[in-house]
């Protein structure tokens, strides 16, 4: 897979790598593949995660959100309000 990834990258070749994983953000992805042969810059990889924390970032705009996740997985939202738990109990935080 490294040979074909340099190639493509060498061609200048558009693409995206796309996992279903939810548990660790693309930049721990992209390392994972430098320690197998295969590096993948973070920027090409696609993962749940990251697809939920921009759909959140555009339609929540702003909005406090609570997110269970690895503290890895929390990096995706970067940039946006995140909840703790305990001031996502309390009574009307979503209104502040």
Same mark, same amino acid.
């Given at each position: 897979?490294? &040979?074909?990834?340099?190639? #493509?990258? $060498?061609?200048? #070749? *558009?693409? /995206?790598?796309?996992?279903?994983?939810? =548990?660790?953000?693309? /930049?721990? %992805?992209?390392?994972?593949?430098?320690? %197998?042969?295969? *590096? #993948?810059? $973070?920027?090409? #990889?696609?993962?749940?995660?990251?697809?939920?924390? $921009?759909? !959140? /970032?555009?339609?929540?705009?702003?909005? *406090?959100?609570?997110?269970?996740?690895?503290?890895? &997985? %929390?990096?995706?939202? &970067?940039?946006?309000?995140? =909840?703790? $738990? !305990?001031?996502?109990?309390? *009574?009307?935080?979503?209104?502040?």
């Amino acid at each position: 897979a490294a &040979a074909e990834l340099a190639e #493509i990258e $060498a061609r200048a #070749i *558009p693409y /995206r790598i796309v996992t279903n994983t939810s =548990l660790i953000s693309r /930049r721990s %992805l992209s390392r994972w593949g430098d320690r %197998l042969g295969a *590096p #993948i810059p $973070a920027g090409r #990889i696609m993962s749940a995660l990251s697809a939920s924390a $921009a759909y !959140t /970032r555009h339609r929540y705009s702003g909005e *406090p959100l609570f997110v269970m996740a690895s503290t890895d &997985a %929390l990096t995706e939202f &970067a940039g946006q309000r995140l =909840l703790t $738990a !305990t001031e996502a109990d309390e *009574p009307g935080e979503r209104g502040k």
